[in-house]
């Protein structure tokens, strides 16, 4: 479909709280499609509604196991910890720590609007975490223990 522009931090968009989608509708289907677009296209593991400057409970995922669409997520159980680097497309360049659940558990809708739960561990489990964060306007620069600090990429050093 299209990749669309993603929101960076500083944008308001990005502190709102999302509304719950009632009705898969074409604009829906579009938007979802353009999301992994769009995530693809930035090379990111997730992204969510609000990043692309929609105020709906969508999320898209892929951590290499393929697409994950969640729709009206919420997380129902969570248990042990895990601490390690953390980005997102909407601070882009930059990264830092932060502790989430080893193990999440949630119940969402799919594409189809039929009641779905999913589990995960590490980078699922963070994945899932931080893209509903965006669904309440929460960035994971609130939760970086220390600084947040310059990626560097190892193509750009040669």
Same mark, same amino acid.
């Given at each position: 479909?299209?990749?669309? #522009?993603?929101? %960076?931090?500083?944008? %308001?968009?990005?502190?709102?709280?999302? +509304?719950?989608?009632? +009705?898969?509708?074409?604009?829906? +289907?579009?938007?979802?499609?353009?999301?992994?677009?769009?995530?693809?296209?930035?090379?990111?593991?997730?992204?969510?509604?609000?990043?692309?400057?929609?105020? +709906?409970?969508?999320?898209?995922?892929?951590?290499?196991?393929?697409?994950?669409?969640?729709?009206?997520? *919420?997380?129902?159980?969570?248990?042990?910890?895990?601490?390690?680097?953390?980005?997102c497309l909407s601070v882009p360049g930059k990264s830092g720590q932060v502790t989430r659940p080893d193990y999440v558990k949630v119940?969402?809708?799919? *594409?189809?609007?039929? %009641?779905?739960?999913? *589990?995960?561990?590490?980078?699922?489990?963070?994945?899932?975490?931080?893209?509903?964060?965006?669904?309440?306007? #929460?960035?994971?620069?609130?939760?970086?223990?220390?600084?947040?600090?310059?990626?560097?990429?190892?193509?750009?050093?040669?």
């Amino acid at each position: 479909m299209a990749t669309r #522009k993603i929101r %960076e931090l500083g944008d %308001e968009v990005l502190t709102k709280q999302c +509304k719950e989608v009632t +009705k898969m509708t074409l604009r829906t +289907k579009i938007l979802i499609q353009d999301m992994l677009d769009t995530m693809y296209e930035a090379l990111g593991v997730g992204l969510a509604a609000p990043q692309v400057g929609v105020l +709906k409970r969508i999320i898209v995922i892929d951590v290499g196991e393929g697409p994950i669409v969640l729709i009206n997520p *919420e997380i129902l159980e969570t248990s042990g910890e895990q601490t390690g680097e953390e980005g997102c497309l909407s601070v882009p360049g930059k990264s830092g720590q932060v502790t989430r659940p080893d193990y999440v558990k949630v119940r969402a809708l799919n *594409e189809d609007m039929e %009641e779905i739960e999913l *589990e995960g561990t590490g980078l699922l489990a963070r994945a899932f975490c931080h893209e509903i964060d965006h669904l309440d306007g #929460k960035m994971y620069v609130d939760l970086v223990e220390g600084e947040l600090h310059d990626v560097t990429y190892d193509e750009e050093d040669e």
